[in-house]
């Protein structure tokens, strides 16, 4: 599968990015003054979409019952080389399954989560689960 991508500077600040189904803005200004997410903002997003994305694609296989999902995530930059050194987040899911079924979502989702593992791959990535 492939997918593809276009970014195009809109100004100084502000970049647009599109994809196949919708757009979104980027603060890519040195300043960061745009309302855009910055680019390890938009790291941070991949891996969350990716998490929530991994949910509503793995509840129905494990017939997991939930209501709703977030997810929190903090990254640590680093300056020299500059890098995303590491991310941590929380993930909080409305459901009232049990501890065990929480724990099997979260290992599903840390197993076949495309982003994730592409992120885990270079970075520290590391996290929990949640009841809401």
């Known amino acids: 599968m492939?997918?593809?991508v276009s970014a195009q500077r809109v100004s100084?600040?502000?970049t647009k990015a599109s994809g196949l189904r919708g757009s979104v803005v980027m603060d890519t200004g040195y300043g960061g003054v745009t309302?855009?997410?910055n680019p390890?903002?938009?790291l941070m997003s991949a891996v969350a979409a990716c998490m929530i994305k991994g949910i509503e694609r793995v509840a129905p296989m494990l017939n997991f019952a939930f209501t709703g999902a977030s997810v929190a995530l903090e990254a640590v930059r680093q300056d020299s080389p500059p890098k995303v050194e590491s991310i941590r987040?929380?993930?909080t899911v409305t459901t009232d399954e049990t501890d065990e079924r929480l724990a099997l979502?979260?290992?599903n989702l840390m197993k076949?989560?495309?982003i994730y593992n592409t992120v885990a791959a270079g970075t520290d990535l590391a996290g929990e689960?949640?009841?809401a």
Request: no cysteine; glycine share 8%.
């Open 112 to 114: 076949f989560g495309t």
């Open 105 to 107: 979502l979260h290992q």
């Open 2 to 4: 492939t997918f593809t």
């Open 40 to 42: 390890v903002e938009m």
């Open 129 to 131: 689960i949640r009841r």
């Open 12 to 14: 100084a600040e502000e």
């Open 89 to 91: 987040y929380v993930l």
């Open 35 to 37: 309302p855009g997410l």
